[in-house]
């Protein structure tokens, strides 16, 4: 079967780093996404990973192993308005995306 | 550029009753695919649509049913509601279907089954 695994809360101090996981099982992959959703409003893209390495986009880098069917989202400097649900997906070989269901990241100052 | 738009933003329905949900893709999107999310939980595949032909469903049962449209908007159907489909349900369009595409989301029609 199909499978996302990711934490169900983390809690983190402002400015500080955390690592938010995720290890997936697809039919096929296509890639590993991250989404970030604050509560009431629709997901946004963050990164796409496809091939084996860390992605940096200026505070936020994910990394991607497909040997291990692992990812992570590292978010750097925290700040509060980083608080939000933090979605990993992967898409399966028919270009599906399937979701886990999401990382509730706690920001306290 | 127009971005994902989704109609209504609030319904309240009564079991047994039929909703129909809008979306309006991103302009030069000609895929669609929608979601529903209930609360606390990742967003689960319903369908998607690419061209006005279903192009992949996930396991909903056959009451969830949609449409595209020639200017690639689209409908979500749901006949015969429960209280187990209260969610939010999002739309999200991208470019094309094949090969890896960024969805963008719409901002979601919350719905209520009392």
């Known amino acids: 079967g199909q499978n996302i695994d990711q934490p169900t809360e983390m809690t983190a101090t402002e400015g500080a780093i955390v690592q938010i996981n995720c290890t997936y099982q697809?039919?096929?992959?296509?890639?590993l996404f991250w989404y970030q959703q604050h509560a009431g409003e629709a997901p946004t893209f963050l990164s796409y990973?496809?091939l084996d390495g860390l992605e940096e986009k200026g505070r936020f880098s994910s990394f991607l192993s497909r040997s291990k069917g692992y990812s992570y989202l590292l978010l750097k400097e925290l700040q509060m308005k980083d608080s939000a649900s933090y979605l990993c997906?992967?898409?399966?070989?028919?270009?599906?995306?399937?979701w886990g269901a999401g990382t509730k990241l706690i920001i306290k100052p | 550029e127009t971005g994902v738009t989704q109609s209504p933003t609030h319904l309240i329905k009564t079991r047994g009753q039929q909703v129909t949900l809008r979306c309006s893709s991103q302009s030069g999107h000609n895929t669609v695919s929608w979601y529903q999310q209930a609360l606390g939980q990742g967003p689960q595949f319903i369908f998607q649509?690419?061209?006005?032909?279903?192009?992949g469903r996930g396991n909903f049962p056959p009451r969830f049913s949609g449409l595209q449209f020639p200017n690639y908007s689209s409908e979500l159907n749901v006949n015969a509601l429960e209280l187990d489909d209260s969610a939010l349900y999002l739309c999200?369009?991208?470019?094309?279907?094949?090969?890896?595409?960024?969805?963008?989301f719409g901002p979601g029609t919350r719905l209520t089954v009392t």
């Open positions: 990973n496809v």
């Open positions: 997906a992967a898409m399966d070989s028919n270009y599906q995306l399937i």
């Open positions: 649509y690419y061209r006005e032909e279903e192009n």
């Open positions: 999200a369009s991208s470019l094309e279907f094949q090969g890896v595409h960024e969805q963008y």
């Open positions: 697809t039919s096929g992959f296509n890639g």
